[in-house]
Antibody, heavy 118, light 107 residues
Framework: EVQLVQSGAEVKKPGESLKISCEAS????????IGWVRQMPGKGLEWMGI????????RYSPSFQGQVTISADKSIRTAYLQWSSLRASDNAMYYC???????????WGQGTLVIVSS | DIQMSQSPSSLAASVGDRVSITCQAS??????VNWYQQKAGQAPKLLIY???NLEIGVPLRFSGGGYGTDFTFTISSLQPEDIATYYC?????????FGQGTKLEIK
């Protein structure tokens, strides 16, 4: 069974750094893309970027290029989303999603809530 | 990236009404469309894949159609438990972009 288990909720101050994680199980980690989706309070679903753990090919949506870093550690089957300096506008729920090119099947993590407040 | 234009952004209807949502892709995406339901505090749930195929366990009042650039999602008889936000998604090209969402409410 494919499972994506995300790290827990975070409360941070503006300017702080943060790295959240997504641990995968139940499939060959290096053979499928993992992406990150942002959902701001009361808003829709936005792709931030995707990574192919097999070769670390990483693609960012234009709105998020330079704002976050997506990475993956094959040895522990975990993908990451990190910020070097958080802003209040980063308040959101973040989902990791396993996706396969041209396939309808997407597997979602449970979400990680990030609260940024002074 | 492929843009998915979804409408309306919100919709109020009565129990028993037929409700439809549309999604238009910025380029031909064949039938590579999913429809999701998202309830408050939950991750999205897949209802329809390949534009018109019902996911296992999803009630028959949900349906989808379309091909190329224009797609439709329909609830044939709205039930109180259908209150949620609905999203279309294309998976023709990476990243698998979403529509803006339709928030469905009961009148």
């Amino acid at each position: 069974e494919v499972q994506l288990v995300q790290s827990g909720a975070e409360v941070k101050k503006p300017g702080e750094s943060l790295k959240i994680s997504c641990e995968a199980s139940g499939y060959i980690f290096t053979s499928h893309w993992i992406g990150w989706v942002r959902q701001m309070p009361g808003k829709g679903l936005e792709w931030m970027g995707i990574i192919y753990p097999g070769d670390s090919d990483t693609r960012y949506s234009p709105s998020f290029q330079g704002q976050v870093t997506i990475s993956a550690d094959k040895s522990i089957r975990t993908a990451y989303l990190q910020w070097s300096s958080l802003r209040a506008s980063d308040n959101a729920m973040y989902y990791c999603v396993r996706l396969t090119s041209s396939s309808p099947r997407h597997y979602w993590g449970q979400g990680t809530l990030v609260i940024v407040s002074s | 990236d492929i843009q998915m234009s979804q409408s309306p952004s919100s919709l109020a209807a009565s129990v028993g009404d037929r409700v439809s949502i549309t999604c238009q892709a910025s380029q031909d995406i064949s039938n590579y469309v999913n429809w999701y339901q998202q309830k408050a505090g939950q991750a999205p749930k897949l209802l329809i894949y390949d534009a018109s195929n019902l996911e296992i366990g999803v009630p028959l009042r949900f349906s989808g159609g379309g091909y190329g650039t224009d797609f439709t999602f329909t609830i044939s008889s709205l039930q109180p438990e259908d209150i949620a936000t609905y999203y279309c998604q294309q998976y023709h090209n990476l990243p698998h972009t979403f529509g803006q969402g339709t928030k469905l409410e009961i009148k």
